[in-house]
């Protein structure tokens, strides 16, 4: 079985619509979601997809509720955990799906999974760690570094890659980019310096 795992859109309709087109030239079996929708129209996109998703929360979701009435509705394809970490099983592949990151070692650790799935950094990383795939898909919304990334997992071949989408766009501009600059935090939106607080008069 080939499995898609996907995470961090953001709300990124554009990257989103051409993931799915691009799924289906590449005989995915099986969507993983790893958290942050940012609202319900993702949630359908997404559930209406043609695949069969298994979909976790994240911290950046919107509406949960809404979301999950999308995944109930009567030609939804989608299944979401109210966590942000979760099992999944299929193709004997046993999951450890989680949106942060402080949940791997302890996966990995516990022997229990053949694969450790996980977002949030918007990092893309794939490593093999005592037999256990550890993967990151990166951002599917290319917001934070600006190119978006999902990754296949082949349950046959016991191999995991990452992909890079032909088309994408990023709201990572070059005026944003100056402004989170000038706010105090790095290239890669991470805080990197104390903010000046007033003193007053």
Request: with cysteine; hydrophobic share 40%; glycine share 8%.
């Amino acid at each position: 079985m080939r499995f898609a795992i996907l995470s961090d859109i953001h709300e990124n309709y554009h990257n989103l619509l051409l993931c799915i087109q691009q799924m289906r030239t590449q005989q995915i079996d099986q969507v993983l979601f790893l958290g942050d929708f940012m609202n319900a129209g993702i949630a359908r996109m997404l559930a209406t997809a043609g695949f069969p998703v298994f979909a976790i929360y994240g911290n950046n979701d919107g509406d949960k509720l809404a979301i999950y009435h999308e995944s109930i509705k009567g030609d939804s394809t989608m299944r979401v955990h109210p966590r942000t970490y979760a099992e999944f099983t299929r193709d004997r592949v046993r999951f450890f799906l989680t949106h942060h990151d402080d949940l791997v070692d302890i996966a990995v650790a516990s022997g229990r999974y053949d694969a450790v799935c996980f977002g949030h950094t918007h990092r893309r990383s794939v490593e093999n760690r005592n037999g256990c795939i550890v993967v990151n898909p990166g951002e599917l919304s290319a917001h934070k570094y600006g190119v978006a990334t999902y990754a296949i997992l082949d349950s046959q071949q016991k191999s995991c890659r990452l992909m890079e989408l032909e088309g994408g766009v990023t709201v990572r501009t070059e005026a944003v980019a100056l402004e989170y600059q000038a706010l105090g935090f790095d290239e890669h939106f991470g805080f990197t310096k104390p903010r000046q607080e007033s003193t007053g008069a």
